[in-house]
């Protein structure tokens, strides 16, 4: 017969060397992420083990991990100290804090199969550049010292309930950190049964593991990867502790930890304590380092923008339009938002800990933007102060629709990224996701129907200089939707296909696209309207004016009017003309009527 071995803190677990004879054990895909903010599942992958241990067909052994269990940021001992000095509210929305903190407090384990977990954290890592540096670190405070990328254990604890330490006496939690290619090295079953992540009776008989551990097998790729650290609760002792622990990170991936343990009893465990991340330029995880230099470019780009609008307002500014006004506004709030999100990302970088304050503002100027500039657009494809002096009735629902709009994309973005320090993608629920969709796409459909009656307004006028302007405005949204329905269906594509983030280095470009699309189309709108010394002439007064001085070269001078409005004049060509004109000028005032 085989001794069971229990392990002591801080022991790395390996299975049994004479094990694999006897048995083998079948990797279970545990793990997965969302995709396109849709829970989307990847089959298992075959196994080219003995088929004495297959693999099922069924979904991951680990469904919803990702997406159900919340991190939040910590502080440090000092910190707090600090911050006893200042506003309750500000320190609540401004935490600083000393590295890529995940804390765990308040969390509870959730029951999977004959296992026990709590996901600790998923972020992209890379290696660090020079060998020198990376290092095996020593189990110490400094240990964080020695290495470029690691990740941190700061004095994590376990608290199990009173009366649980009496009946059940020694057990232990373990915390297993592994890289994404090595997921299918977690889990296994004997004679094809049920697939489990802790080792059960039979394969503990087999030889194959030790029961009540997690079953993983080494990495061939990796080598001394996964890794699992053990806290053991000493005979009736009520607490765990895991003492500070720095692992190196020697290879580039999207690194995962769970805290896992396989004893019933311990329900109702209690987890303090906080890991620390940390990648060779910083703090900020992989997937999102690549974005603080891309907002810092989006930052000098508005700032070209602004230079080029503000000289012609200046140059132009007794023309200016109440149009120009909101472009101006527009462009305004674009440099204040690329400015916060570079600003929010490079603290991040430096400390760790998402700045809530500027994270927040960051995301309100963004919404407040993106808001104001879908309605501009709607207003202008409406042909206010072109072809309508007023909105009528349509403008209640115009506010209705910006206001609802600025409302449901402030809470998904908020809950996208105020105090998240995962490297994971898709984290926002679907009722938050879809209100944003369908309120984009009404803005979409009534924007277009919109421009076609002002362009039919337009040609029946003969505007010609304005409708040369509204063509172009009408070619510039219409690329712009059809780019974005193309990568609408790149980023599902994408997501689909990368459902355990193995392509995390690449999944910045996703959010930065949609950065660069609209700022395209701000430039074309600066274009098409920009200040200059015509601007009035594309109002509605202005507009009548012009029609009729263009008229005036294609027609005999008009009769005299009589104070009923009938013509004096005797020719039938006259009264035609006057006629002709009397008709279309009305309808437009019973349209505006009905509005």
Not at 77 to 99: I, M
Not at 108 to 122: C, E, Q, T, V, W
Not at 280 to 307: C, H, Q, T, W
Not at 414 to 429: M, W
């Amino acid at each position: 017969m085989h001794q069971r071995h229990t392990p002591r803190n801080n022991e790395v677990v390996q299975p049994t060397s004479h094990g694999h004879s006897l048995v083998h054990l079948t990797p279970v895909s545990v793990f997965h992420s969302s995709a396109a903010r849709l829970h989307l599942h990847a089959p298992p992958r075959s196994s080219s083990h003995s088929a004495s241990l297959h693999l099922p067909s069924s979904a991951p052994f680990l469904p919803h991990l990702l997406l159900r269990t919340r991190l939040m940021a910590a502080v440090s001992a000092a910190d707090r100290l600090r911050l006893l000095v200042v506003c309750g509210v500000v320190a609540a929305l401004l935490r600083p804090g000393e590295a890529s903190v995940h804390e765990y407090r308040g969390l509870g384990f959730l029951n999977k199969g004959n296992a026990f977990i709590l996901h600790a954290g998923s972020e992209g890592l890379y290696a660090p550049v020079s060998p020198a540096n990376a290092t095996a670190a020593e189990d110490d405070e400094d240990a964080a010292a020695v290495a470029d990328a690691f990740i941190r254990f700061d004095k994590i604890t376990f608290r199990r309930l009173d009366d649980a330490a009496k009946e059940t006496g020694s057990t232990m939690v373990q915390i297993l950190v592994f890289e994404i290619e090595d997921r299918e090295m977690i889990g296994g079953s004997a004679y094809g049964g049920q697939k489990a992540i802790c080792c059960t009776s039979d394969l503990a008989k087999l030889g194959a593991c030790t029961e009540g551990s997690v079953i993983y097998r080494p990495s061939q790729v990796n080598p001394g990867w996964p890794q699992l650290f053990v806290a053991t609760f000493d005979g009736s002792d009520s607490i765990a502790t895991l003492p500070s622990r720095t692992i190196p990170i020697t290879k580039t991936g999207m690194y995962n930890m769970y805290f896992i343990h396989c004893d019933p009893s311990l329900a109702g465990l209690e987890i303090e304590g906080k890991t620390i991340w940390k990648n060779p330029s910083g703090y900020l995880p992989g997937r999102m380092a690549p974005l603080k230099n891309f907002f810092g470019l989006m930052s000098f780009a508005f700032v070209l923008l602004g230079i080029y609008w503000f000289y012609q307002y200046m140059k132009f500014w007794r023309e200016v339009l109440p149009l120009q006004n909101c472009i101006t506004l527009v462009i305004t709030l674009g440099m204040l938002e690329m400015s916060l999100w570079y600003f929010e990302y490079a603290e991040f970088n430096e400390t760790g800990v998402r700045p809530n304050g500027i994270t927040f503002w960051a995301v309100t100027f963004g919404t407040v933007k993106r808001t104001v500039a879908r309605v501009i657009i709607l207003v202008v494809s409406m042909g206010y102060r072109v072809v309508r002096p007023t909105l009528g009735g349509l403008t209640s629902k115009v506010v209705m629709l910006g206001g609802t709009f600025f409302l449901a994309t402030e809470i998904l973005e908020l809950v996208e990224n105020l105090g998240t320090v995962n490297d994971l993608s898709g984290k926002a629920r679907l009722f938050l996701v879809y209100p944003v969709a369908i309120l984009d796409a009404a803005f979409v459909v009534w924007i277009f129907l919109s421009l076609s009656k002002t362009l039919d307004k337009l040609w029946a006028r003969r505007s010609m200089a304005k409708l040369d302007i509204y063509r172009k405005f009408t070619i510039a949204l219409a690329v712009t939707v059809l780019v974005s329905v193309g990568w609408i269906g790149y980023e599902i594509y994408f997501k689909s296909t990368d459902v355990f983030n193995e392509r995390w280095q690449y999944a910045w470009i996703i959010p930065a696209f949609w950065h660069v699309l609209s700022f395209s189309l701000l430039c074309v709108i600066s274009y098409l309207w920009a200040p200059s010394q015509n601007s009035m002439r594309f109002t509605n007064d202005a507009s009548e004016n012009f029609e009729r001085e263009d008229s005036l070269s294609l027609i005999r001078p008009g009769p005299i009017a009589s104070k009923n409005g009938w013509s004096l004049s005797s020719s039938p060509d006259t009264k035609a003309t006057k006629n002709i004109t009397v008709t279309s000028f009305d309808g437009d005032d019973e349209e505006n009527k009905r509005e």
